[in-house]
């Protein structure tokens, strides 16, 4: 027998999600996975270090009930109303559990009128682990591309395109939106998720860069959830901590399945702690925006064309060389930015804002490449 027939089907034809690289190089400038270049607070790691004592024997509390609390109070809502998660990547792979229908195995065909069940709808491009999670639970992905200006089409654009589906059991919609960097208005999303009849769940990984937010929006209509995560703006991607805020009810289903202890102590602590202390970051996000619009202009005067990001990212259309090229010349340089082979992007470059000095560094580098 080969051990590849004991796979399910989906599993063995599934094209794994690529996570950006974490190269251990002596001076390298990491400016690919959109981490925070700032640490968290002292007063985050002192809260950190104090809690490692004897109590990592024990479980840590399986509903993460006071970092909840806490969430609930800084949002106006009760902590009914919020799960917390290994990340918010482990939610969205809850959350397709929860509301989406998988095919039935040894592929019996669905009638038309019955697809929308299994179907996880995304704008493409948007974040890349959404098609993953769809092929993992064996459902159906349905990417509907974005404008050419990465806006999203209206609710009219969107019935006369046609291959929007207004039925689909669970809607993904990045805003604002990576790897475009572009932001959206509550307003326009008010309307989509007014037209949608399945779950919409706001992911809002990069909402601390932006100019509103849409949490309202999950505490007034029942069928959609906000999606927040500590990792980018709350410098904590190595604790693995993230939210879902939503109506009670669509919170009770996804704890229904939910692993008893789906999320480290320490992450909760840390957490807990950094909601104690958020002018400090408030002010780095201040930094990394004004960073951001300056690394634009610099960029755009040498011939590259940014898009407007209200992210802690641009993407940006480098001259000259192919984007492939640039990321080997800007690693020969040792630093390290992203470039998506394969996707609608691939002419682009995405570069996470790093401190001034690392985006002087860049700057500096991208001079010599035109230069040489
Ligand atoms: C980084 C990212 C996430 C995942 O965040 P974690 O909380 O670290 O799992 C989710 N959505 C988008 C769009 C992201 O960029």
Request: hydrophobic letters at 40%.
């Amino acid at each position: 027998m080969k051990s590849t027939s004991l796979i399910r089907a989906n599993v063995r034809s599934l094209h794994a999600y690529v996570p950006g690289e974490q190269p251990k190089i002596p001076g390298l400038i990491k400016l690919n996975t959109n981490e925070n270049p700032f640490p968290p607070s002292p007063k985050v790691l002192a809260t950190v270090r104090a809690a490692v004592d004897q109590r990592l024997r024990l479980y840590p509390d399986p509903s993460a009930q006071p970092l909840r609390e806490a969430l609930a109070a800084l949002h106006g809502c009760a902590s009914e109303n919020i799960i917390v998660g290994n990340g918010s990547d482990e939610l969205l792979a809850l959350a397709t559990r929860t509301f989406v229908e998988p095919l039935p195995a040894g592929g019996t065909r669905t009638s038309p009128s019955r697809r929308s069940q299994h179907v996880v709808q995304y704008f493409d491009p948007s974040y890349s682990l959404y098609p993953v999670l769809t092929a993992i639970h064996n459902a159906v992905s349905n990417p509907v591309a974005l404008k050419r200006n990465f806006d999203i089409p209206s609710i009219a654009q969107l019935k006369k395109e046609g291959t929007w589906d207004f039925n689909a059991a669970l809607t993904l919609i990045t805003t604002p939106n990576a790897p475009s960097g572009r932001g959206y208005k509550t307003s326009q999303l008010e309307k989509l998720c007014a037209a949608q009849n399945g779950v919409v769940i706001l992911d809002e990984a990069y909402v601390d860069f932006a100019e509103e937010n849409a949490l309202e929006l999950a505490l007034r209509f029942p069928h959609v959830l906000v999606s927040r995560t500590f990792s980018k703006s709350y410098s904590l991607c190595f604790q693995r901590i993230g939210y879902l805020v939503g109506h009670p009810e669509m919170i009770a289903a996804l704890n229904k399945i939910r692993d008893s202890y789906n999320v480290n102590g320490l992450g909760q602590v840390a957490a807990l702690a950094t909601l104690s202390h958020l002018s400090y970051y408030r002010k780095n996000f201040e930094t990394i925006k004004q960073t951001r619009e300056w690394l634009a202009d610099e960029l755009d005067q040498l011939g590259f064309k940014s898009l407007p990001s209200r992210a802690n990212f641009i993407l940006t259309r480098p001259p000259r060389f192919s984007a492939e090229e640039w990321l080997q010349k800007l690693r020969d340089q040792k630093l390290l930015v992203r470039w998506f082979k394969n996707s609608t992007v691939s002419k682009h470059l995405r570069i996470t804002i790093g401190t001034r000095g690392e985006i002087q560094s860049l700057i500096r580098a991208v001079h010599l490449i035109l230069n040489s």
